[in-house]
């Protein structure tokens, strides 16, 4: 069970485990979702429409994009920025999971609230999502800038983008976009977790759980459908983000086409709205999802199923 449960005989692993869980399950996800991850990022950020009709877009389909991708920069293209990208989801699944674990079991304890509530889990996996986020943005941008710069590398090594940023940018570069990532990451992470919970309810209730393989594909299904649902509900902000993170790089994106620079986030915004229309805050939605579903499920079947590990290794102990 993700959170705190005091009906279930899962409490008995520590903190520390859950932690480490929740690191392992990112680390694993990250290495299966990253090229989509790259081709979203580059929709993103790329200004001109996602159609074959507009002779200045460089990508307008995934199946295109891929191709293009791995034609002119190598397979390796699509694991660009994969350290940083794994230094960010091994910290965020400590940091995600033990918090929701911590906020989960205090309001247990401290309110007459069922730790296993809809809005409770709404509420602490909005709250723990922000505490890991504040925690690894610094390395978000740094992974943002890898995936999104073309060749020639501007950027060679981690230390070489630390190092440059930091020089000629100034140390607050390692926050850009933060306040569009704060303002969206809340409400994601909380409709991920009670979407989570309440499908797997839900699935109680239609068809009951029988056997560990059945639970496991329960597990991975139920995180699908909370990915897909909170990536829709919350996409534009995710896209404001991406926008505001290479601000200041330009010079490393003169080959995929236009090239913006906004001055905040009501900006950011407003140009996007008037330059690329509606449609414009859902440019790259499409990978998105399919990632969303993909890494929100795989990240919840891999957190219980460590979880359970963890579980089954002190019964076996004791």
């Not at 090229?35 to 429409?49: A, C």
């Not at 913006?260 to 996007?272: E, P, T």
Request: charged share 20%; aromatic share 12%; hydrophobic share 40%.
């Amino acid at each position: 069970m993700v959170g705190y449960d005091p009906t279930t005989d899962g409490r008995s692993i520590s903190k520390i485990e859950v932690a480490v869980a929740g690191s392992v399950s990112g680390l694993v996800t990250r290495a299966l979702i990253s090229p989509l991850d790259v081709i979203k990022i580059r929709f993103q950020l790329q200004i001109e429409r996602l159609s074959r009709r507009d002779p200045g877009a460089k990508y307008h389909s995934i199946l295109q994009a891929t191709r293009q991708i791995l034609r002119e920069e190598g397979p390796t293209a699509f694991w660009k920025g994969h350290i940083p990208a794994q230094l960010l989801s091994v910290g965020y699944g400590a940091v995600q999971f033990l918090s929701f674990e911590l906020l989960t079991e205090l309001v247990h304890r401290a309110t007459a609230h069922d730790a296993r509530e809809f809005s409770v889990h709404f509420v602490c996996g909005g709250l723990s999502a922000c505490m890991a986020t504040l925690t690894v943005h610094p390395v978000d941008v740094l992974r943002t800038r890898f995936a999104a710069q073309g060749e020639p590398r501007v950027y060679r090594t981690l230390r070489d983008a630390v190092v440059t940023m930091h020089r000629t940018e100034g140390p607050s570069v390692f926050y850009k976009g933060l306040t569009p990532t704060l303002i969206a990451i809340f409400p994601y992470a909380g409709f991920q977790f009670s979407c989570y919970s309440f499908l797997k309810s839900a699935s109680d209730w239609v068809v009951p759980a029988s056997g560990k393989q059945n639970e496991n594909l329960r597990n991975l299904l139920c995180g699908c459908g909370a990915g897909v649902v909170s990536k829709t509900l919350t996409y534009p902000l995710d896209l404001f983000k991406k926008r505001l993170q290479v601000g200041g790089f330009e010079q490393a994106r003169a080959t995929f086409g236009q090239v913006r620079r906004y001055r905040g986030l009501w900006d950011c915004a407003q140009r996007v709205l008037q330059e690329e229309g509606a449609q414009g805050f859902f440019k790259g939605l499409a990978p998105s999802l399919l990632k969303a579903a993909l890494s929100t499920g795989l990240v919840f079947f891999w957190y219980e199923l460590f979880c359970s590990f963890f579980h089954r290794m002190k019964k076996a102990d004791g």
